[in-house]
């Protein structure tokens, strides 16, 4: 076989290709890439927003009584104090934007108008933080965005 300009061409073609797919190959099988959905049954949520809102509207009506913070301790949840714990009943929803697996949901079942999320069951990072709950048939929810 003669090499000459377009034998050179196509060696070089066929080389670039087995290049890129090599690389194609490697993230599909590699488990550090892995290429998950943001979140699970992302059209369900996406239709539940309109019903979140009238629950955000009531959360910020609370007022600064309302909030959540970040602490050398942990993420820290105040309740208003004219709030009666035991009747807040709900879950805290902690969502980890770069990994699923940490991912947590706690029920809220107070003993006080403080939750204290220790910093020892959250990873360094950036928490998306969602706080759904009722108090006396009132529903509420804070959606927030925290960085450890």
Same mark, same amino acid.
């Given at each position: 076989?003669?090499?000459? !300009? ?8 066929? %080389? ?13 099988? @590699? +488990? ?14 996406? +239709? ?10 009531? %959360? ?19 309740? $208003?104090?004219?709030?009666? $714990?035991?009747?807040?009943?709900? #879950? ?5 934007? /770069?990994?699923? %697996?940490?991912?947590? +949901?706690? $029920? ?11 910093? /020892?069951?959250?990873? @360094?990072?950036? !928490?998306?933080?969602?706080? @759904?709950? +009722?108090?006396?048939?009132? %529903?509420?929810? #804070? ?6």
């Amino acid at each position: 076989m003669k090499f000459n !300009w377009g034998t050179g061409i196509v060696f070089g073609i066929a %080389a670039f290709m087995i290049f890129i797919l090599q690389y194609v190959i490697r993230v599909q099988l @590699d +488990t550090r890439y892995d290429n998950e959905l943001v979140t699970e049954k992302y059209y369900q949520k996406e +239709t539940e927003i309109n019903g979140n809102r009238l629950k955000q509207e009531n %959360a910020n009506k609370l007022g600064a009584d309302f909030k959540v913070q970040t602490t050398a301790k942990g993420i820290e949840i105040y309740f $208003p104090l004219a709030f009666n $714990p035991k009747e807040i009943k709900g #879950k805290v929803s902690l969502y980890r934007p /770069s990994n699923q %697996a940490f991912d947590q +949901t706690i $029920p809220l079942e107070l003993s006080s108008n403080h939750l204290l999320i220790p910093k /020892s069951r959250l990873v @360094d990072g950036r !928490w998306d933080i969602a706080i @759904d709950f +009722t108090y006396q048939g009132m %529903a509420y929810l #804070k959606q927030q965005t925290l960085v450890l």
